[in-house]
């Protein structure tokens, strides 16, 4: 039996009612938000994606135990945000709502020392993320200011501050488009690592991480942060031969002690690239001065708890415009009806 006009215009009007309902809300990747740490090292842009979102992170902050997080928030257009610090198990470990741009700061006192993300929300979506690490150590290091391509050289990093010996002490070169990490030895009190000769001339940037055994997005989670020193590798004048070509990434060779990719965050602890990342809707916000937690699963993923209001990206216009073609005709064959 041929449907009739009124009854195919409310089965338009019902797909049309689900459309709207099930139309993906999805807040856009390319934030204009910010959050800048006082205290935050330049690393290796980097892409992680968290609940589908993708974040670009650059940088990774640092802070005292037992001392304060100083931040700026920059929202342009906003009146209200939140920000919350998550530590390296996603459990939500301080937060504020402001309703201005400017400076933030979390007192951390009792925190223990570790990898921390600050992640700010706007009307409950996370827009802006910012890895930091939380540090009990003091770390001082003896590395050269300048060196010759081809030539070999130590880095020396003297640990303090902390009773807690590392699980694991890394050395990290970047010249700012990529980074290559090697392990640092302890040797007579200190940590020490050799860098080969492989290293093709330029400028690169230098620091020193602590890690522990807890594992943080696949790495091992960062304790301490170095500040930042430059080493800078002299072309060798006595070398007269023909280039070989385009250094590439900055090396002439892979070196054998080369670990892996920085491990930058994670974040920061070692910030992985294009992590999915688990569910973390259960994540709860401590109260601001609470820094009693409870225990949830591993790798941080960090949460709003708000209610969420975001835009779509459009993925349901083919099927709105077959629907509206379709009320369209059950309009035209109900006035055919009528005119009968």
Known sequence: MMMTARRAMVVVLCALLIVSGTVPLIASGDSQYEITVDTEIDTPERTITIEGQSYTV????????????????DTPGVDRYSVHLYNSDRQIVEST?????????F???GYTSGSYVLVVSVNGVQQVIQPVVITDYEI???????????SSFTLEAMLSGSS???????VTLSNGTWDTQFTASEDGGAYVADIPG??????????????????FNGQKEVTGLSSVSIITVNADESDTSSGGGDAGNGAEETPDETVTDSAATNESPTVTTTTSSPDTSDATP?????????????????????????????????????ALLGLAGAWMQLRAGRRE
């Open 107 to 109: 007192d951390t006192s």
């Open 58 to 73: 650059a940088s990774m902050g640092k802070a005292p135990t037992e001392g304060e997080l100083t931040f700026d928030v």
């Open 140 to 150: 001082d290091v003896d590395a050269p200011t300048d060196v010759t391509a081809g």
């Open 198 to 215: 492989t290293l093709a001339a330029g400028e690169y940037s230098m620091y020193v991480t602590t890690h522990s055994d807890n594992e």
């Open 164 to 170: 807690t010996t590392p699980e694991h002490v890394a």
């Open 286 to 322: 401590a109260e601001p001065t609470d820094k009693t937690t409870t225990t949830e699963p591993n790798a941080i993923q960090p949460a709003d708890t708000e209610t969420t209001t975001t835009e779509t990206t459009a993925p349901g216009f083919p099927i709105l415009g077959f």
């Open 97 to 105: 709502r402001e309703t201005e741009d400017g400076t933030v700061s």
